[in-house]
């Protein structure tokens, strides 16, 4: 048998599938920042409550200033007064998984006498390209076949990739920290992440492609060798038609 869940979509995750299949043309950028920002505050631990006090709040918003200042603004006018506590804040939650670790959330495993493959698609997420210090967005696949008879919540899966999305991020590297992150602490036979996501440093500057997607994969175990296991995972994804 095999196990395909879908993670329930929120309205914001279904506008950013909108803006990722270009029906949308609307940035949405305070919302989903916002949206992260609450499910942060809602859903974690005293660890990591602890952990969001540790960021300093007082350098972000110096540093703010300045690039308002070099810029040519003026930080003291009425619309800015307030603007780098706010961004202070918001990176603080924006980089928030700088302070979490995935063996908080796939160190709890449950026994399953099942060996076959677990897929969540679909799982929004937000992240920040560390070269531009602008978003990407997009969806997250995550697949894995499990070893010994464990398996792990799904919702893990999905605070697995915020763990590694909310830091300053490429791409291609997230991906493989989140197979890593199931290799390490699942012990699975194998683990397949697919990631599609526009990046607003491609549509605001520099090359300009707006409706641009980047896919990129990351397979560990079983996925690296076995030609027709990866394409049925892909398949269960729906990868490439
Ligand atoms: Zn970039």
Redesign the pocket.
């Given at each position: 048998m095999t196990r395909v869940a879908a993670i329930p979509a929120t309205d914001a995750s279904r506008r950013a599938g909108q803006r990722l299949g270009g029906s949308g043309r609307t940035l949405r950028l305070g919302a989903a920042g916002r949206r992260s920002g609450t499910s942060d505050l809602e859903c974690r631990s005293d660890g990591a409550t602890a952990a969001r006090r540790a960021v300093d709040l007082g350098r972000i918003e110096a540093a703010v200033r300045e690039i308002l200042i070099a810029i040519g603004e003026n930080p003291e006018r009425d619309g800015l007064m307030e603007t780098p506590r706010r961004v202070a804040r918001a990176y603080r939650d924006l980089f928030g998984g700088m302070r979490d670790d995935a063996a908080r959330h796939l160190s709890r495993t449950f026994e399953h006498q099942s060996d076959e493959l677990v897929v969540v698609r679909g799982i929004p997420f937000s992240s920040m390209?560390?070269?531009?210090m602008?978003p990407?967005m997009g969806q997250a696949h995550v697949a894995y076949l499990p070893g010994g008879g464990r398996v792990v919540g799904l919702s893990k899966l999905a605070r697995t990739v915020d763990v590694f999305a909310r830091r300053p991020q490429m791409q291609e590297r997230l991906s493989q920290q989140v197979a890593d992150a199931l290799e390490q602490h699942l012990s699975p036979r194998g683990a397949c992440v697919v990631m599609e996501a526009e990046?607003l440093?491609?549509r605001l500057r520099g090359a300009c492609k707006p409706e641009a997607v980047t896919t990129t994969m990351a397979v560990r175990g079983v996925y690296r060798e076995d030609i027709a296991a990866r394409a049925e995972v892909l398949r269960l994804m729906r990868i490439g038609g």
């Amino acid at each position: 048998m095999t196990r395909v869940a879908a993670i329930p979509a929120t309205d914001a995750s279904r506008r950013a599938g909108q803006r990722l299949g270009g029906s949308g043309r609307t940035l949405r950028l305070g919302a989903a920042g916002r949206r992260s920002g609450t499910s942060d505050l809602e859903c974690r631990s005293d660890g990591a409550t602890a952990a969001r006090r540790a960021v300093d709040l007082g350098r972000i918003e110096a540093a703010v200033r300045e690039i308002l200042i070099a810029i040519g603004e003026n930080p003291e006018r009425d619309g800015l007064m307030e603007t780098p506590r706010r961004v202070a804040r918001a990176y603080r939650d924006l980089f928030g998984g700088m302070r979490d670790d995935a063996a908080r959330h796939l160190s709890r495993t449950f026994e399953h006498q099942s060996d076959e493959l677990v897929v969540v698609r679909g799982i929004p997420f937000s992240s920040m390209c560390e070269h531009h210090m602008l978003p990407f967005m997009g969806q997250a696949h995550v697949a894995y076949l499990p070893g010994g008879g464990r398996v792990v919540g799904l919702s893990k899966l999905a605070r697995t990739v915020d763990v590694f999305a909310r830091r300053p991020q490429m791409q291609e590297r997230l991906s493989q920290q989140v197979a890593d992150a199931l290799e390490q602490h699942l012990s699975p036979r194998g683990a397949c992440v697919v990631m599609e996501a526009e990046h607003l440093c491609m549509r605001l500057r520099g090359a300009c492609k707006p409706e641009a997607v980047t896919t990129t994969m990351a397979v560990r175990g079983v996925y690296r060798e076995d030609i027709a296991a990866r394409a049925e995972v892909l398949r269960l994804m729906r990868i490439g038609g």
